[in-house]
C-alpha cells in the first residue's frame, strides 16, 4: 500500500510569532493581503500545529475555529494516512485492533484530539457497570443489566435527528453527546462488553448494523439504535424486505473487525458527501481502499 504519493511537498516552518501574524491576518479585506496570507498557511509543517490547536482554543468565533481546524487537517492528513496504513499492516483482528482504527478515525473531525481520554472514559464505563453484571446474575439477566446501564443510566439512544451527519459517526462525539447512529452506538457496547469478556459481536446486517450476544447455544439479536431492543431474525428478515433486500444467512453472522472499520469509513463517506465537502470524501475513499487491500492481513 504505497502512501508516499500522497505527502505535501514544499512545507516549511515558521515561527510563533509569524504564525500568529498570519492568523490575525486571515480576515484582512485586502484580497492581495488575504491571498498571500492563505498561500503562507498552506506552506506550515507539523512543527507549527501546537501554535495553531492553542490559537484554535483561545478563538470565540466558530468559523475561525473551524479554519483553523481544516488548516491543521491539511497540514496533518499525510502522516496520518501513513500512521493509519502502518496501523492496518499490523492486522485489524480483534476488538482492540478495532478500538484503536475507530479512535484514529476521530482525528479526521479533531486532528489534535486525546484519543486517550475516550479509551479511558470506556474503562471508566466498564467499571460502572461491572458490578451489576457480576452478581451471580443468569446470563440473560446480565445481559438485561448490561443493556439497561446503556440506555437507562448513561441514556445513550439513537440520533434521530440529523441522522448523517459525522457527529453520529465519530466515536469521540457519540461518547460526548450520547447519540450515534446503529454502528456508532454499538462500537460503545462493543468496546466495554470487551473490557468486561462479554461474550458479544458486531452484526453487518444491511441497512441497520446490530449486536449479537452469544450464551451457550443461544444468540440474541440486540439493536442498539432502538434503546437496546432484542430483535428476532424473523423481524430482521421483514425489515430487510420492505427495504426491498432478500434475507441471507450471512446477514446474521459476525463481522470481522475489518469489516466493521470499512463500514464505519463507508458511513463516514456518505455523511461528508451530503455535506458536500469532496476532499474529505476522497481521503476516506483512500483510507477505505487501504482497508480492502488489507483483507490478507
Known amino acids: 500500500m504505497n502512501v508516499s504519493s ?4 514544499g512545507t516549511m516552518s515558521a515561527s510563533r510569532k509569524e504564525v500568529r501574524a498570519l492568523l490575525d491576518l ?3 479585506p485586502d484580497p492581495f493581503v488575504k491571498d498571500k496570507v492563505e498561500e503562507r498557511l498552506s506552506e506550515l509543517d507539523e512543527s507549527n ?3 495553531l490547536d492553542e490559537y484554535r482554543e483561545q478563538a470565540a468565533d466558530p468559523v475561525l475555529r473551524s479554519r483553523i481546524t481544516e488548516l491543521i487537517h491539511n497540514i496533518t492528513y499525510s502522516s496520518f494516512e501513513v500512521e493509519f496504513v502502518e496501523y492496518l499492516e499490523g492486522g485489524v483482528r480483534t476488538l482492540a485492533d478495532l478500538e484503536r482504527g475507530q479512535l484514529m478515525l476521530c482525528r479526521l ?3 489534535t484530539l486525546r484519543t486517550d481520554l475516550y479509551r ?9 457497570v461491572e458490578p451489576s453484571i457480576n452478581a451471580g446474575l443468569s446470563s440473560g439477566e446480565q445481559l438485561q443489566a448490561f443493556i439497561s446501564f446503556f440506555f437507562e443510566k448513561e441514556y445513550f439512544k439513537g440520533a434521530d435527528t440529523d441522522y448523517m451527519s459525522p457527529c453520529n459517526s465519530f466515536l469521540h462525539k457519540v461518547l460526548q453527546r450520547r447519540r450515534g447512529i446503529p454502528i456508532a452506538l454499538s462500537m460503545v457496547m462493543l468496546f466495554v462488553a470487551r473490557r468486561l469478556d462479554l461474550p458479544m459481536y458486531g452484526v453487518s446486517m444491511p441497512m441497520h448494523f446490530l449486536l449479537k450476544y452469544e450464551s451457550g447455544n443461544q444468540s440474541t439479536l440486540i439493536d442498539p439504535f432502538n434503546l437496546g431492543r432484542v430483535v428476532s431474525i424473523d423481524q430482521c428478515s421483514y425489515f430487510l424486505r420492505n427495504h426491498g433486500i432478500e434475507p441471507r444467512p450471512e446477514h446474521f453472522e459476525k463481522a470481522s473487525e475489518r469489516e466493521i472499520l470499512a463500514r464505519s469509513v463507508r458511513n463516514l463517506i456518505y455523511s461528508f458527501e451530503r455535506e458536500n465537502k469532496p476532499a474529505r470524501v476522497e481521503e476516506l ?7 480492502m487491500q488489507s483483507g490478507g492481513s
Open 120 to 128: 479511558r472514559q470506556l474503562d471508566r464505563m466498564a467499571a460502572r
Open 109 to 111: 473531525d479533531n486532528p
Open 6 to 9: 500522497y505527502k505535501k511537498p
Open 285 to 291: 475513499k483512500r483510507l477505505l481502499g487501504f482497508i
Open 49 to 51: 500545529v501546537p501554535v
Open 26 to 28: 486571515l480576515d484582512d
